[in-house]
């Protein structure tokens, strides 16, 4: 029903296409990520949530319809619909019906709830097509109140010794949710534009967020002191050295599982956070729905499907042009 082609996963029956990489007439989106929201596309079709988010990366112009959670719609026989995800905030598995046949693309999940990204849908299909960005054992994430509570240790620690704290997630999806895993009653939460222009829509749709404060320019490195700031480094035009304040630089990733990912990024932490299903999690997830047929695409796609096969289900690597957990540049 679906099919892999140069320009994207496709549906040949509804001819509309799935995150799409090449400019096409119809295209369904998952989620407001750059490798699966691009530009080009004469028509889009996302989850409500996604709606604002996508206008505001695409531009206001471009022609994008949305439905609701669960909601259906049908071209030529063909019926989609969004299930939540739980990746970030907005982001929706997609699920399409033909005669019967059920197939389900997975976009970036997270199978833990977050408490802002909705919690990952398991949906019973008969072909599944999956992520695999940490699909081997190796990555086992901890439930995030435990991440929290070391993040927050760690502010609290820079707190006494006067250091400003510097955490650096991605602008969509990992800032809002670090946001919210962050004890505000250490200190005051500062943003840079791109993640506080995200954090404007999200709250206008009613996600609770927490306060925090636009970084402009007339701030002086000492007002950080003792409070944290989400932003990439690079972000930032603060000369923190010449005002002679100690700064304390972390990253949030799946990637800081990786001794020499921590080691490269040259930071003083990194903090095991990711938005992608760890092993356990992306096992559990393909089980739950049953599929009889699984395509698996960006991450380990080989050795996953390699282990898929051998429990007995009939899994396929294929290769998409998207990406797995972004670094904290990237969007
Ligand atoms: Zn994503
Ligand atoms: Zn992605």
Sequence with gaps: MLSFTKQGIFCKQANVYI?????????IISHGHSDHARRGHKNYLCVQESKEIIRHRLGKKINIDTLTFGERRTINGVTFSFHPAGHIIGSAQIRVEYKGEIWVFSGDYKTEDDGISGAFEPIPCHAFITESTFGLPFYQWQPQHKVAEEINNWWRLNKVHNRVSLLAGYSLGKAQRLIHLLDDSIGKIYTNDTVEDINEIVRMQGVPLKATTRIHQGMKAEDFVGNIIIAPSSALHIDFEKANCEVSEAVASGWMAIRKMRINRKVDRGFVLSDHADWPGLNAAIRATGAEHVFVTHGYTNMFSK???EQGINA?????KYVGELLEKKS
């Design 19 to 27: 995150d799409p990489w090449k400019p096409v007439e119809r295209a």
């Design 307 to 309: 282990w898929l096969c």
């Design 316 to 320: 396929i690597p294929v290769s998409t």
